[in-house]
């Protein structure tokens, strides 16, 4: 796989990295999730240079994640507002704040804390069954080829094991 064809490939990761997966992406969507909208806001939390950061937001927004909206017309300037399909990607990053607070923060403890707002209740973030509710963890998950699968030389020879040819009739 190419970093730059990541997008093409046939598995959902693969191309979700393609379009998120490297670290200035991500902290720009940290940053649009913390409700930052202007350039320079991102440029200054981030310290991030002029070129690299508005390379990653024409991305985001090229594919879909940003929408790019005037704010200023003398000079042209604009703010980034999440799309649905960016807003779609908060339990991408509320896992990633999760597994950080688990695994990687110091003795003064988590840097950020989230409320729910129905509620009123800090929280962390779980995974569970759209189905039945229950909790998530990766040993209690198979994973099954899906329509979109590429064929690879072991799913061929379990597709033939699987469906068996018809027999000839004898004669």
Partial sequence: MKWDELEEEPCSMARTIGVIGDRWTLLILRECFLRTRRFEGFQSALGITRHLLAERLKKLVRQGVLRRIPYQESPKRHEYILTQKGLDLYPI???????????????????????????????????????????????????????????????????????????????
């Fill in 93 to 171: 990053m509320m896992a990633l704040v999760h597994w950080g607070d688990t695994h990687m923060v110091d003795e003064r403890g988590r840097p950020l804390l989230h409320e729910h707002r129905k509620c009123g209740k800090m929280f962390d973030p779980v995974m569970v069954c759209s189905e039945c509710g229950e909790p998530l963890s990766a040993k209690e998950v198979h994973v099954h080829p899906g329509p979109g699968a590429r064929p690879t030389p072991e799913r061929v020879l379990l597709d033939k094991k699987a469906k068996p040819k018809p027999r000839k009739k004898a004669a």
